[in-house]
């Protein structure tokens, strides 16, 4: 888990690259939609203050607190950070989820230069080998994780998530429509993000595994 020394985009919050143990675990294919949300959770904060929206966008302007809900009532949980990274790199080394090259982005994500500034519909561009959509672009998404600076002293499990040590702050990971490649880099983090914050660029995915634990 993150980034090499020697890669040149590397930032000092995506080290030290440290060795994670992954148990077996499902994601979904897309990002929740705000139809998903609102058959689950009786309603839509999507905010579309950022281009269109509709049943198959991903729902967006959601709570860290609501897409652990919304993961809950239907017997999953927010990934952990580093579930989320295994995920998006699809078992391989390059830089993005489609390869090394940048310009392969065009192919698996809606981001800066191709988005118009506003979500799209999910799975409206390629899949990754592994079946995901949208790792990169698109809205980034809630994880489980409180957010910490670096890696220094991080588990080295990828279940349970990394607990807050002081901070309330929350992870986000995968870049979105508003960013340039460089934030879509698969070992790329967003940064720290209040729970109770509703971004218009930012929404979630689920996942589940067999080994269920308390967040």
């Not at 994670?20 to 675990?25: C, L």
């Not at 800066?112 to 899949?127: F, I, W």
């Amino acid at each position: 888990m993150g980034c090499a020394s020697n890669d040149m985009d590397c930032s000092a919050q995506e080290q030290p690259q440290h060795d994670v143990q992954i148990e077996t675990f499902d994601l979904m294919a897309t990002e929740v939609t705000e139809e998903q949300f609102r058959a689950v959770m009786g309603s839509n904060p999507s905010c579309r203050s950022s281009g269109p929206g509709g049943p198959r966008y991903p729902v967006d302007c959601v709570t860290w607190g609501q897409a652990a809900e919304f993961c809950t009532r239907i017997s999953g949980r927010l990934p952990s950070e580093a579930e989320w990274e295994f995920a998006a790199a699809a078992g391989e080394t390059a830089a993005f989820p489609c390869g090394d090259a940048s310009n392969c982005l065009e192919t698996v994500a809606w981001y800066a230069t191709n988005s118009a500034s506003g979500k799209r519909p999910v799975a409206s561009k390629d899949a990754s080998r592994v079946g995901l959509y949208d790792m990169s672009g698109n809205v980034a998404e809630w994880v489980a994780d409180a957010w910490h600076p670096d890696y220094q002293a991080a588990p080295g499990e990828g279940w349970p998530a990394w607990d807050a040590k002081g901070t309330a702050e929350r992870a986000v990971r995968g870049g979105s429509f508003y960013d340039m490649p460089v934030y879509l880099r698969t070992t790329k983090r967003q940064g720290g993000i209040a729970p109770d914050t509703r971004e218009p660029s930012v929404g979630f995915r689920c996942a589940h595994a067999p080994r269920t634990q308390n967040m």
